[in-house]
C-alpha cells in the first residue's frame, strides 16, 4: 500500500475550489503520523523476556542509569528503561518507536505488547516498512503474532506553500462539527494552531514549519519528504485527525458492518476514514452557519475544504459511523432496581427482619409512579415503554433472547386472557 508520502503535485484548485488560501496549486504531503499498534503475541519460550527482565532488574539496583541498550536479533535497536507502567511490565525505545510489554499470555482480553511509531518513523522509513520489520523481528525471537488491533492513528495532510494565516480557520462560526471543543494557540503575530475536538476524536491545524523549529531531529526527515531544499523554505501548514479505538470500530463496512479492528483493517479503509472526518464530523463553511437551524446540511463548504475532503487515499470509501445501540443487561438491572427499591425502603423506618414490609413498599412505589404517570400523560407513558421495548430488543438477537439472563415471554404472563388473531377471547 502505497500513502504518497513523499511530496506530490495536486490538481488545480480551481477544479475543487479556489479561496480560502488556495490559490495555486499547491504541493501535497499525506501520510500517517502516529500509529498505536496492539498485539496478542504466543512466546514459543521465555528467553527474550528474561533478557529485558534481567536487564531492567540491573537498572533498578543503580541509582544513575535510566536506560540500558539490549542486544539482540532482528535489526531494532532498543534500549531497555528503568520502569514500566501501570499495565506493561517494560519498557524500551528507539528513537520515536516506544515498545510496551507484560508477562501476560496471548489468551486474555489485555494484549501483551504495545507498539507506537512516531511521527519521524511514520514518514521515514514508514509505518509499513516498520510493522512489516516488527513482525518479522518477531518471529526471530520464537513468537507468534495472534491477532493485532489499532488502538490510536493520526492521518496529516501538508499543504506546503500555504500559510496557516490565508485559511480564516480561527472563526469557530465558520466550523459545522459533532464536536462543541475549540481551541486555539496564538502568538502576537499569528495564529499557530487550531484544533476541533478532544481525546477520542480531534483534528489539529498548525503552523507545521513553526513546530519544526523546536524539533530539530525532525527537520531533515520532512525536507525530504516535502521536496524542498530546507525545512522553512516555504510555509506548511499542516491538517490532522487523531482517532482513537473507540472512534474506528465504529466506522463500519457497509456490507460485513465490522469496524476498523486490525492493522490491515486500517490499511484498507483509509480513505473512508478521511471521508467520515472531512464529510461527516468536520467541515469549514464559506458563510458563517446559524448553529441553532436544523438545515447545516445545505451550508457551502470553503473552498479550503473542498479541496481537503477530495484529497485521495488508499482503501475504500463503503464506510460510515455508525452509533453505538446502547447495551441492556436485564440481570444488571434487576440487581440495580434490588438496590433501588431497599434503598427506598429504608426511608420508611422499617423492620430489617421485616421482609414483607419491605417488599410491599417496594411494589407500592413503583406502582404509585406508573400509575402517576399514565393517569397525567397517557400519551407520554405509551412513548417511553415503546421506546424502551426498541432499546431492548433492537440490541438483543432472537437468539439472545432465549439465554438465562434475559426474560421470556412466558415468565411474567399478561393479567388479561390471551386473544387469537382475530381479537376474540379464548374459553
Known sequence: MNVDKKAQKVKQTAEVGGKAGITFPPTLAKNLDKLKICFWVDWK?????????AIKQSLQDTTDLQEQPFQNPGGFLWNVQRTGTRIFNFRLTAGDLFLLIN????????????????????????????????????????????????????????????????????????????????????SPRQLETFSVGKGDMMMRIYDKVLELRYSAAKQATFTDSWGVEKYDEQPVTRLEFQLRREILKNIKNAETNKGIDSYEDLCDSLSAIWRYCTHSWVRHCLEPVDSGNNHQSRAENSDFWNFISVIPWE????RAKEKPRPKKDYIALRKQFLGLGMTLAAFHNISTQDIDHIINIGKHIIEEDMLALFVTDEEEFYRRIDKKKREVYETVSPVHRLKPDHPSSHLYPSPYPPTDYQGDLHA
Open 45 to 53: 519460550n521465555s528467553i527474550f523476556l528474561d533478557e529485558i527482565d
Open 315 to 318: 482503501g475504500d470509501t463503503d
Open 103 to 186: 508477562k501476560r499470555t496471548c489468551e486474555g482480553n489485555v494484549p501483551n505488547m504495545m507498539l507506537e511509531i512516531g511521527s519521524e518513523s511514520c514518514w521515514s522509513p514508514g509505518f509499513e516498512d516498520i510493522f512489516y520489520n516488527f513482525t518479522r523481528w518477531i518471529e526471530v525471537l520464537d513468537g507468534k503474532i495472534i491477532k493485532n488491533q489499532v488502538s490510536e492513528v493520526h492521518l496529516a495532510v501538508d499543504l506546503i506553500g500555504t500559510h496557516i494565516e490565508s485559511l480564516n480557520i480561527r472563526d469557530k462560526r465558520y466550523w459545522i462539527t459533532k464536536s462543541h471543543k475549540f481551541a486555539s494557540v496564538e
